[in-house]
Nanobody, 126 residues
Framework: QVQLVESGGGLVQAGGSLRLSCAAS??????????SGWFRQAPGKEREFVAS????????SYADSVKGRFTIFRDNTKNTLYLHMNSLKPEDTAVYYC?????????????????WGQGTQVTVSS
């Protein structure tokens, strides 16, 4: 079993930055062997893909809406996934979830993932 715990959410003004973290743990868990990702869900909307990274960190994928503003990266020595968000917009307001999959590659669909965190709220004021 894998546990994922997000942190770093909060309230920020438009144009500001935030860094989300996701700490992974588990008894038989090898963080470097899991592709990982970030998703978000705004009130009244479907959950949507934000970014994904391969187990090694060599490959990344981003939603068009965040490309050039968000950066996903990981520290496998700390079993931690990150999402650095710049130039935040009010439309980025959502609960952000980290996810891990039993596959080393990137994944852009929620169905690609086996484990999910509880989410962290990001609110961007205009």
């Amino acid at each position: 079993q894998v546990q994922l715990v997000e942190s770093g959410g909060g309230l920020v003004q438009a144009g500001g930055s935030l860094r989300l973290s996701c700490a992974a743990s588990g008894r038989t868990f090898s963080f470097y062997s899991t592709g990982s990702g970030w998703f978000r869900q705004a009130p009244g909307k479907e959950r949507e893909f934000v970014a994904s990274i391969s187990g090694s960190g060599a490959t990344t994928s981003y939603a068009d809406s965040v490309k050039g503003r968000f950066t996903i990266f990981r520290d496998n020595t700390k079993n931690t996934l990150y999402l650095h968000m710049n130039s935040l917009k009010p439309e980025d307001t959502a609960v952000y979830y980290c996810a891990a999959r039993q596959n080393r590659g990137v994944g852009t669909s929620g169905s690609d993932y086996n484990y999910w965190g509880q989410g962290t709220q990001v609110t961007v004021s205009s």
